[in-house]
């Protein structure tokens, strides 16, 4: 099975700043790869699809890169409400499915 | 707007069996297009994967839980649900049903809300 490893766990950073958080497969998934962004009692949110396919109702300073085995989410500009854990998914092995870690964001 | 609710005890026994449904509305379990999951996250962790069914009653499930759960689709109620037997404090979690598109890249696009589960005597 696939394994999905999310780096770091946690940051802190200030609103307006720029994040990275990085996602590696354990093997390749090519751009099977969802990012999810989940608030406190709340289910997850899809942000991304296909690696780097903005979700319609999603901000742009969303942005998601990467293809093989390596992958980035960048949140440009840090907004108040984005605050959250996000999470990496591969759909590479649909129906079956594997999140990594997640990410938790907090404010600095 | 399609919508998932899950329903279900919120206390399960240890050993006994943990039951829960999820209605679909808004949009039709019957299409082709999708799988219908339930995913869980224990407080203050991860989301894992427990399983995924077609339509047509094809399941899957994750290989760390396969001999305790079943999943199961209701196409006349628009409904699908899971059973996960001889559970332990371990099992308690939030579980979500979510959907699946069965396009080219699969995102699971739609969630429940969750139902907290908790596992205890």
């Known amino acids: 099975d696939i394994q999905m490893t999310q780096s770091p766990s946690s940051l802190s950073a200030s609103v307006g700043d720029t994040v990275t958080i990085t996602c590696r497969a354990s093997q390749t998934i090519r751009t099977y790869l969802n990012w999810y962004q989940q608030k406190p009692g709340k289910a997850p949110k899809l942000l991304i699809s296909a690696a780097s396919s903005l979700q319609s109702d999603v901000p742009s300073r969303f942005s998601g890169s990467g293809s093989g085995t390596d992958f980035i989410l960048t949140i440009s500009s840090l907004q108040p409400e984005d605050f959250a854990t996000y999470f990496c998914?591969?759909?590479?092995?649909?129906?079956?499915?594997?999140f990594g870690g997640g990410t938790k964001v907090e404010i600095k | 707007q399609l919508q998932l609710q899950e329903s279900g005890p919120g206390l399960v026994k240890p050993s006994e069996t943990l039951s829960l449904t999820c209605t679909v509305s808004?949009?039709?379990?019957?299409?082709?297009?999708?799988?219908w999951v339930w995913i869980r996250q224990p407080p203050g962790k991860g989301l894992e994967w427990i399983g995924s069914i077609y339509y047509t009653g094809t399941a899957y499930y994750n290989p760390s839980l396969k001999s305790r759960v079943t999943i199961s689709v209701d196409t006349s109620k628009n409904q699908f649900s899971l059973k996960l037997n001889s559970v332990t404090a371990a099992d308690t979690a939030v579980y979500y049903c979510a959907r699946t598109e069965r396009s080219t890249y699969y995102p699971t696009d739609y969630w429940g809300q969750g139902t907290l589960v908790t596992v205890s005597s």
């Open positions: 808004g949009g039709s379990i019957s299409s082709s297009s999708f799988y």
């Open positions: 998914q591969q759909s590479y092995n649909t129906p079956e499915l594997t």
